[in-house]
C-alpha cells in the first residue's frame, strides 16, 4: 500500500486524493500535460471531484477548467454544483474570461 500525502510541494509524493490510483505528484503534472485528452480529462475531473479546493489549483488553472468544462462538467458528480457556482461567479467578477 502506496502512504498518501497532503505536500503536494513534494514531486515524489502520492497526492490524498488518488487514493484508488497511486502516482505522484510530478506524474500527476505529466498525465496532465502529455495525456490522451480522454485520460487528461478523466484526471482533470478526479482532480477537481476529489482534492480541496486549493489544491486544485496546484494541477489545474481557471483557463484549463473552463477550456474543457463542456466535457468535465458531467464527470463532476455532486461537485458539479460547486464548481459551476465558482466559474460563474468569477466570470461576473472578471477574474477569468467570460
Do not use: C, H, I, N
Not at 502529455?34 to 476529489?50: D, F, K, P, T
Amino acid at each position: 500500500m502506496t502512504a498518501l500525502s497532503t505536500d503536494l510541494a513534494d514531486p515524489d509524493a502520492f497526492p490524498y486524493f488518488l487514493w484508488d490510483d497511486p502516482m505522484t505528484v510530478s506524474e500527476v503534472k505529466e498525465r496532465l500535460r502529455s495525456a490522451s485528452e480522454e485520460e487528461r480529462l478523466r484526471l482533470m475531473a478526479v482532480v477537481l471531484r476529489e482534492a480541496r479546493d486549493p489544491d486544485v489549483w496546484l494541477f489545474l488553472s481557471p483557463a484549463e477548467v473552463l477550456a474543457a468544462w463542456p466535457r468535465l462538467a458531467g464527470r463532476l458528480g455532486q461537485r458539479r454544483l460547486f464548481w459551476e457556482f465558482l466559474l460563474e461567479r468569477w466570470k461576473k467578477l472578471g477574474l477569468v474570461a467570460a
